[in-house]
């Protein structure tokens, strides 16, 4: 992936230097929506991602991560982040693409000017206007104060594990909470929260899945466009693909404890639905064609 011929946004907020520390779990609000869910399921996915795209064993990140519900300490080489380094940059480049790409979408497709998100990087813990979160929350968009939320911490000991070759799969991380920003700037998150609100659960959890895959599919509409400048190429879009298929809720409950898929509890979306959506915005460039809310058939 060349995000080092990409233009770095100047909409990222380093905080991880002088953080708060804080062992309450995480707290996020309903609001907020994320590409790996909250907490316990989070934890779970960013785990299962980590030991079967970067070769790592998941039961000893789960510790690091909360998964045993007890407090763990970051690896020291993750107490003390610099500010400028080449994740920010890679973060600030990605972003600074998504914010090109969809400011030419909004105005050539929806005939209106894109409003940016912020980006704020973390190490750990941070406050949000949707509530505290820790590491295992995944990233997460927040659309009280229209921020995107990343751990760069996490993000670190991925890279000195299992080396850098996997920038597209992160690069989609930021793109599907960017997905959610959209979906915020066009109502749709408002009228999906006003909607779960007078629905059951198992109606609200398909609520859940269809913004989920909604901001898959826009996730790949950005991809769309970085392909065609020949910024990614087709083993890039694979590993992108293997992250989508790796954080399906049916995939990730088979990794549970208990083994058992139950589709009514499904938030996010199968496998098979997030890598459908993801392909269908990356075929297409088309925003129109990831209304996930139009069809029956997911």
């Not at 890679?90 to 998504?98: E, H, M, Q, R, Y």
């Not at 996930?292 to 058939?297: E, P, R």
Request: hydrophobic share 35%.
């Amino acid at each position: 992936m060349k995000w080092d011929e990409m233009r770095e946004s100047d909409n990222v907020e380093d905080q991880r230097d002088g953080s708060e520390e804080s062992s309450e779990a995480s707290n996020l609000s309903s609001s907020s929506v994320g590409m790996l869910g909250g907490l316990g399921a989070g934890g779970i996915a960013i785990a299962v991602i980590a030991g079967l795209i970067f070769k790592i064993d998941p039961t000893q990140l789960l510790s690091l991560i909360g998964g045993n519900n007890k407090p763990a300490p970051a690896p020291q080489a993750l107490v003390k982040t610099p500010t400028k380094d080449r994740d920010s940059a890679f973060v600030k480049s990605v972003l600074g693409d998504t914010e090109d790409t969809w400011e030419r979408i909004f105005k050539q497709q929806l005939k209106t000017n894109y409003q940016a998100p912020k980006l704020v990087l973390f190490d750990g813990y941070v406050n949000s206007a949707c509530g505290s979160a820790k590491t295992s929350a995944g990233p997460f968009y927040c659309p009280a104060d229209r921020k995107v939320y990343l751990d760069m911490g996490f993000f670190k000991y991925l890279e000195a594990t299992a080396g850098n070759d996997a920038d597209f799969a992160r690069a989609y991380a930021i793109a599907h909470e960017v997905g959610h920003h959209i979906q915020n700037l066009r109502g749709t998150s408002s009228k999906v929260r006003q909607l779960k609100a007078n629905s059951s659960k198992t109606k609200a959890n398909e609520l859940s899945v269809r913004i989920e895959l909604q901001a898959d599919c826009l996730a790949g509409v950005w991809g769309h466009f970085t392909a065609q400048r020949g910024l990614i190429s087709d083993q890039d879009i694979t590993k992108a693909l293997n992250t989508a298929t790796q954080i399906g809720d049916d995939y990730l409950q088979k990794q549970s404890k208990s083994g058992h898929v139950t589709p009514e509890s499904f938030t996010h979306g199968t496998s098979q639905q997030r890598v459908t959506w993801f392909k269908r915005g990356l075929s297409t460039g088309n925003i129109d064609q990831c209304d996930t809310f139009a069809t029956n058939q997911l």
